[in-house]
């Protein structure tokens, strides 16, 4: 009780908050510190409405630029704008002829190149490059590269582009963790980090520069391996990495999440496995081998159902809490194997009302039934964790809660609700964004609640997000996040 705590704690600060509310602090399941900080660096290109509006953005980040640097940005989606098909390396090039531009589509798996871009890497080179497992180079109708290249292709183009010195990179994070702590966030789960990324982390908590709890997913290969021996490896209280992501497949926005059927609104395609199924089986069993949570990134109903069989076939267990990273379209008869097996469902529901607009026409009225399935997944027996995705989606959690119990936009649409049978109660998303969070991560004994024995990270806010009418939920702000009884933010 009140009189309990303070008698425990006769010198500690007392405040009289005037009604506002304390909340656990907000742990995002799934997110990218390390893209939302390099993002800072480039052009934001986060809702363009047409190709005019993006050269517009890119023209007032190149007047700071050297001669010879690079044009770098991050946002576009075609899906926005009145002509939705993918834009081409010449709807670039009239404005930036002999400057090097590459864009980063919303969701990461698509990228669009100008001509300058493409001689740099090589024009023959590109024209030669043939479609490999999980990419694909976009061609005009003479099988000339139009300047996008989809998931594993991207390699041709960003093999060839600068890095980002250690400065800038430190000053993006700076930013990065500004902005998270603005939005009352306390903890991520990171869903990739390399060992360079992790590396700048602990310096910055040995500085006591750090304000966030990171549970970081390494990636395959040389940053698992690096890691692979110190499983359960924590720093300073606030990095713990003992999992590893893994790609299955692509994405919906640019039709490359992998579909069992073909897309219904491009016939003849059905996505991209990004890895073969063999190569996927290995990394599973060398991550569990090593001890590691494995969280597989699965978007269609084929990448799913791969997750599914390749976690069945490796004996999974329910205590190890393997992880589903979307769990975006699943086949119905696939969704109660979550439950089965024990895997959580890692779920982002701002993705649903950002997609809603055209993710039936991608998959039609069938398959969208086992779309964005929070409801039938949890009441299925199956746990989910909820995060943003950022910087895919906006980095305020509050978004997702909003998204979760509405299943609309910000401006209330559709009336309703789009599918609102698979909407959340707003205790249950609550939970998705704290303690069913912090379970995902094996830390529900000391993040996640406001209980004795766990780390003081919460959060005020300025009105009540549990009874509020639903649109009133986007008007609620943070006014301080603290973390581990320390202030990091104050509006």
């Not at 864009?103 to 043939?130: C, F, P, T, V, Y």
């Amino acid at each position: 009780s009140g009189p309990d705590l303070l008698a425990q704690a006769p010198d500690a600060e007392r405040r009289d908050l005037g009604g506002q509310v304390v909340i656990p602090g907000l742990i995002d399941a799934h997110a990218h510190v390390r893209n939302l900080a390099t993002m800072r660096l480039a052009a934001d290109l986060t809702g363009t409405q047409s190709v005019a509006e993006i050269i517009e953005r890119l023209k007032a980040l190149e007047t700071g630029l050297s001669e010879d640097a690079w044009l770098l940005g991050r946002g576009w989606d075609q899906n926005d704008w009145s002509n939705t098909e993918f834009p081409t390396r010449y709807d670039l090039d009239t404005a930036f002829p002999d400057r090097p531009v590459w864009l980063e589509r919303i969701d990461g798996h698509a990228m669009w190149a100008n001509s300058a871009a493409i001689r740099l890497a090589g024009e023959q080179r590109i024209q030669d490059a043939e479609d490999t497992l999980g990419g694909k180079v976009l061609r005009d109708a003479n099988g000339v590269p139009t300047g996008v290249f989809i998931d594993n292709a991207e390699q041709l183009i960003a093999e060839v582009v600068p890095p980002f010195d250690e400065a800038d990179l430190e000053r993006g994070l700076e930013e990065a963790l500004r902005e998270m702590a603005r939005f009352g966030i306390t903890g991520v789960h990171e869903a990739g980090a390399d060992v360079p990324f992790l590396d700048r982390v602990k310096r910055f908590i040995d500085e006591d520069r750090f304000t966030i709890r990171l549970y970081a997913m390494t990636e395959p290969g040389p940053s698992f391996e690096a890691y692979c021996n110190n499983h359960l490896m924590e720093y300073g209280g606030k990095l713990t990495v003992r999992s590893v992501k893994m790609y299955l497949d692509g994405a919906l926005g640019s039709r490359g999440a992998a579909l069992l059927e073909d897309y219904s609104d491009d016939p003849g395609n059905r996505g991209l496995m990004r890895t073969s199924p063999e190569d996927y089986a290995q990394l599973v069993r060398e991550a569990l081998a090593c001890g590691y949570q494995v969280n597989s990134h699965a978007i269609g109903d084929a990448g799913n159902r791969l997750l599914l069989d390749t976690y069945e076939a490796a004996g999974i267990q329910p205590d190890q809490r393997h992880r589903n990273e979307h769990t975006q379209i699943v086949a119905l008869e696939d969704l109660p194997r979550h439950a089965e097996m024990g895997i959580i469902a890692s779920m982002q529901p701002t993705h649903a009302t950002s997609d809603m607009y055209w993710a039936e026409d991608r998959v039609g009225p069938g398959r969208i039934r086992g779309a964005y399935a929070w409801r039938s997944l949890l009441d299925s027996g199956a746990r989910l964790a909820l995060g943003s995705d950022f910087p895919v989606e906006q980095v305020d959690p509050l978004l997702g809660f909003y998204a979760a119990v509405t299943r609309q936009d910000a401006s209330s649409w559709p009336e309703g609700g789009w599918y609102p049978g698979e909407a959340l109660t707003r205790q249950e998303a609550l939970r998705g964004f704290t303690v069913d969070a912090a379970y995902a991560a094996f830390q529900e004994e000391s993040l996640g609640s406001l209980s004795p024995g766990k780390w003081a990270d919460f959060v005020v806010l300025d009105g009540d997000i549990m009874s509020a009418p639903g649109p009133d939920i986007l008007d609620v702000e943070v006014v301080e996040t603290w973390l581990g009884g320390e202030r990091v933010y104050s509006r």
